[in-house]
Structures are given as structure tokens and as C-alpha cells.
């Protein structure tokens, strides 16, 4: 079965630095996500995408963060200069354009700031 | 805007026992989708099963089914005959079906399941 794949698995940054989390969604898929879950906590929406741009993001979602599909199957976050409240697990999900359709994740890229 | 509770922090199940997990959620909304995940130590979040708001017909998924009721905003996760791999964190999710899609998640109930 297709799965959605993150890289790296466990990122650690020091403050102040850039990182970009990668995610291929599902080859068919056309709404790509990203969502954040702080340990301990609930899992929480950053950004939505769909054709070729954002189509929602939340209030986490500031200046520092942004999101990218460069060439049809990366689906990129970029986080310009981390804090370390920035620390949290990241997914990525995709979804087909049927709205019935269940959000598929990824394993997750677990970020660490120093 | 759309809210989801789930408040059951964690819940233990003997094996081969059943346990039910509670969602509440509160929307405006008459079309919707809502999910079950888990989410075991592994950390992947796996789809359980899903509800169409429309449907009254609760879904079942083998040993998993859920309770819907659409009138008090409830939905809650029958585990039947728990096996230790059922052992995880439940997420409960609620999705529009305009705009987006994004998922509303509730806190989490972490399952676990006693030998």
C-alpha cells in the first residue's frame, strides 16, 4: 500500500538555525498537510496545500514557517529561524480530492531545538 | 469554529476484554467526517475507522465500531476483544467538508491494554 514518507526521522537543530522537514505524499494525492504535535499534546494543524499553494494555515503558522512542493513529489516545511518552542513532532499527511477520503500520515519527523 | 473533546486522559482493558473510548465534538456543521487514529509507540498515526456524519448506520471495522450520535455530538470507539496490540494513543479527529479539510484533533486517550 502507498504510504506518505518523512525524512529525516529526528532532526536536532540549534536555535536560530533553519531546517526544512521533507515529506512525498502519496503519488495520486492532491491536498497535502502539515501538523504539529508538542509532547503531550494534542496533534495540531499548521498548513494546508492544494494546487500549488496554501489553502489554510492556523495561527502557528507565522513568518518563519513556510511550505514548498518544488518538483511534484516533495512536499518541503521550512522553518527559518527556530525557537525552542518549535520543538514538537511534525507530520505530514496527503489526501485524494474526495472529500470522503481519510488524511493518510506519515511517520513524523521529530525536531528538536537546542 | 469546530471544537473536539476527548476526556479520558487514559483508560486500561484487560485482554480480550471490550473498552470504549468517548469523543465528544461540537460544530455547526450538518456535513462532516470524523476519525478514529492510534497512534502506537511507533508513532505512526493509523486511520481505525471513519463516520460520515449523513450515514446513521454506526461503522464497524472488525473488532472496532463506533457509537455516532449525531443529536449529542458523540462519538465514541467500542474496542472488542483487545489484544495487546491494540496498546496506543486514540486520536479522535473531526473534518469539515468544505474548504480544506483539515483534521480537528481531541487530546488523546492513551489505551492500555493489561495481560
Known amino acids: 500500500e502507498p504510504e506518505v514518507t518523512q525524512t529525516p526521522s529526528h532532526q536536532v537543530t540549534q536555535m536560530g538555525q533553519e531546517v526544512i522537514l521533507r515529506c512525498v505524499p502519496i503519488?495520486?494525492?492532491?491536498?497535502f498537510y502539515w501538523y504539529r504535535q508538542i509532547l503531550g499534546q494534542k496533534v495540531e494543524f499548521l498548513v494546508s496545500f492544494y494546487n500549488n499553494e496554501i489553502s489554510e494555515k492556523s495561527e502557528i503558522f507565522d513568518d518563519q514557517f513556510s511550505v514548498e512542493r518544488p518538483d511534484g513529489s516533495n512536499f518541503t516545511l521550512k522553518i527559518r529561524s527556530t525557537k525552542l518552542e518549535d520543538s514538537a513532532m511534525y507530520f505530514c499527511?496527503?489526501?485524494?480530492?474526495?472529500?470522503?477520503?481519510?488524511?493518510?500520515f506519515g511517520d513524523g519527523t521529530r525536531l528538536s531545538i537546542l | 469554529a469546530q471544537t473536539v473533546t476527548q476526556s479520558q486522559p487514559e483508560m486500561s482493558v484487560q485482554e480480550a476484554e471490550t473498552v470504549t473510548l468517548s469523543c465528544t465534538y461540537d460544530t455547526s456543521e450538518s456535513d462532516y467526517y470524523l476519525f478514529w487514529y492510534k497512534q502506537p509507540p511507533s508513532r505512526q498515526m493509523i486511520l481505525v475507522i471513519r463516520?460520515?456524519?449523513?450515514?446513521?448506520q454506526n461503522a464497524t471495522e472488525n473488532r472496532f465500531s463506533v457509537n455516532f450520535q449525531k443529536a449529542a455530538k458523540s462519538f465514541s470507539l467500542k474496542i472488542s476483544d483487545s489484544q495487546l496490540g491494540d496498546a496506543a494513543m486514540y486520536f479522535c479527529?473531526?473534518?469539515?467538508?468544505?474548504?480544506?479539510?483539515?483534521?480537528?484533533f481531541g487530546t488523546g486517550t492513551r489505551l492500555k491494554v493489561l495481560a
Open positions: 503519488s495520486n494525492h492532491l491536498y
Open positions: 479527529a473531526y473534518r469539515t467538508t468544505s474548504g480544506t479539510y483539515k483534521y480537528i
Open positions: 499527511a496527503s489526501s485524494e480530492y474526495f472529500r470522503g477520503e481519510p488524511q493518510h
Open positions: 463516520q460520515e456524519a449523513y450515514k446513521q
